[in-house]
């Protein structure tokens, strides 16, 4: 399973950015899927996830502002980021869980794509 994360770059407080994950492969069926950032000297956050029902879950820092969805024909996990502020600059990663062809169930992560916001 190969994921592959787009949508990063510079923008301004207060500015807009999506995130793109795209995931292929041996996939039957994907369980959840989620976005996580490390922030320079920080740990590695959950900021959001979605499961294949639609139930989504936010951390607080984000929640009002970031929109998670998924389109299951296109095994695509997205993160609109709105009302960007200089603390979410961070390396972004897309997770999924996921059950293969042969019956697996795996977890698999993204490249990193770097969001920067500039106060």
């Known amino acids: 399973v190969q994921l592959q994360a787009s949508g990063g770059g510079l923008v301004q407080a207060g500015g807009s950015l999506r995130l793109s994950c795209a995931a292929s492969g041996s996939i039957v069926s994907i369980n959840i899927m989620g976005w996580f950032r490390r922030a320079p000297g920080k740990q590695r956050e959950l900021v959001a996830a979605?499961?294949?029902?639609?139930?989504?879950k936010y951390a607080d820092s984000v929640k009002g502002r970031f929109n998670i969805s998924r389109d299951n024909a296109k095994n695509t996990v997205y993160l609109q980021m709105n009302s960007l502020k200089p603390e979410d600059t961070a390396v972004y990663y897309c997770q999924i869980n996921s059950d293969s062809y042969l019956g697996q169930r795996g977890d698999y992560w993204g490249n990193g794509t770097l969001v920067t916001v500039s106060s």
């Open positions: 979605i499961t294949s029902g639609g139930t989504t």
